[in-house]
């Protein structure tokens, strides 16, 4: 037996239940982890509340995690019992101390990137690999915008950016969010909740706005968002924060400059084997060279994942959370 987070219905942190069950022994393709430290995301709230459907209930919770493995199916052959490895991917069930997943799904962790690191930022630090990397290449010298600057997210982004020399203007909703966000690379940030967004944005870009905006608040900045884009400029918009983004005009792309939008997933970026852990190994590489810092400002027993949860949707979190079986 083994123990794990489930919910049975739909709605807040109080529908997480802590249970006993039996790990299932692993497909030809699958692989059993024994987590050793789990993520906490956003992504997991939407699952929860139903924003995102489950398979079916009652279910597992969580798509992030790393650990030892404890067993493989007849057709692994990438993986064998005992080898250190992260996923950030899913499916559901991470929130657990036991995990069967595709072997596809795993990629194999490197000794200088230790367990509670791998769990912390495999969804988050992919996440900023495609966006920064792949769904608009950012170059040296151009300003962009990224909110949530000092969330989950946003730090690892942050830090990259600083990297490539991308000029990062982050928005945050207090001065201490702020001056974290300076200090992991931001090049200036803007406290939404005391200027205006827009027009910080035009002072700092001398009117010219941003060639692209990365946008995983959703709903209330969807708007917002769209008014930094410069003409024919990119919102990237990969997460529902605040809510989804729904009711949408296509018109509104042409009024405010023949904008492009796109809304990516880590899953359309990391959709085999190969491109999965090339992308982790450029990830663990920006670590391992020291050019990522990996902020784990919160660690919690697996047991409280409702309060981890509740913390994170009050947005009183910095940097990442795990969970730790």
């Known amino acids: 037996?083994?123990?794990?987070?489930?919910?049975?219905t739909h709605g807040g942190p109080e529908v997480l239940e802590l249970v006993d069950f039996e790990p299932a022994e692993p497909g030809p393709q699958q692989v059993r982890v024994r987590n050793k430290a789990i993520g906490l995301n956003f992504i997991d709230t939407y699952f929860r509340s139903g924003l995102y459907p489950a398979p079916s209930l009652p279910s597992g919770l969580g798509t992030e995690g790393a650990g030892v493995?404890?067993?493989?199916?007849?057709?692994?052959?990438?993986?064998?019992?005992?080898?250190?490895?992260?996923?950030?991917?899913?499916?559901?069930?991470?929130?657990?101390?036991?995990?069967?997943?595709?072997?596809?799904?795993?990629?194999k962790l490197p000794e200088a990137i230790s367990f509670e690191q791998a769990a912390a930022v495999m969804l988050k630090g992919m996440t900023v690999q495609y966006l920064l990397r792949q769904t608009y290449a950012v170059k040296a010298g151009e300003t962009i915008l990224f909110h949530a600057a000092a969330g989950g997210v946003g730090s690892l982004a942050c830090q990259w950016a600083k990297a490539l020399?991308?000029?990062?203007?982050?928005?945050?909703?207090?001065?201490?969010?702020?001056?974290?966000?300076?200090?992991?690379?931001?090049?200036?940030?803007?406290?939404?909740?005391?200027?205006?967004v827009v027009k910080r944005v035009l002072e700092l870009t001398d009117g010219?706005?941003?060639?692209?905006?990365?946008?995983?608040?959703g709903q209330d900045t969807w708007l917002t968002s769209l008014d930094c884009v410069a003409h024919r400029g990119l919102l990237v918009s990969f997460g529902n924060a605040s809510g989804a983004v729904t009711g949408v005009n296509?018109?509104?792309?042409?009024?405010?400059?023949?904008?492009?939008?796109?809304?990516?997933?880590?899953?359309?970026?990391?959709?085999?084997?190969?491109?999965?852990?090339?992308?982790?190994?450029?990830?663990?590489?920006?670590?391992?060279?020291?050019?990522?810092?990996?902020?784990?400002?919160?660690?919690?027993?697996?047991?409280?994942?409702?309060?981890?949860?509740?913390?994170?949707?009050?947005?009183?979190?910095?940097?990442?959370?795990?969970?730790l079986p």
């Not at 037996?1 to 049975?8: T, V, W």
């Not at 036991?98 to 990629?107: F, G, K, W």
């Not at 400059?257 to 970026?269: C, H, I, K, W």
């Not at 992308?279 to 409702?306: H, N, T, W």
Request: overall charge positive.
């Open 69 to 107: 493995v404890e067993a493989v199916g007849s057709e692994v052959t990438r993986f064998k019992v005992g080898d250190r490895v992260a996923y950030g991917s899913g499916p559901l069930g991470a929130y657990s101390e036991v995990h069967v997943l595709p072997a596809s799904n795993l990629v």
């Open 250 to 323: 296509l018109g509104i792309l042409a009024q405010k400059g023949s904008l492009y939008v796109t809304r990516p997933t880590l899953a359309s970026y990391a959709n085999t084997a190969e491109n999965t852990q090339a992308m982790a190994d450029e990830l663990f590489s920006m670590i391992s060279s020291g050019k990522l810092e990996v902020d784990i400002s919160q660690r919690y027993p697996l047991s409280e994942a409702a309060k981890a949860q509740t913390e994170l949707s009050a947005r009183r979190t910095m940097g990442s959370t795990v969970l």
């Open 165 to 196: 020399g991308v000029k990062l203007i982050g928005t945050v909703s207090s001065p201490e969010k702020a001056a974290r966000a300076k200090e992991l690379g931001a090049w200036a940030t803007i406290d939404y909740s005391r200027e205006d």
């Open 1 to 8: 037996m083994a123990k794990r987070i489930q919910f049975s």
């Open 208 to 217: 010219k706005k941003c060639p692209v905006v990365y946008d995983g608040v």
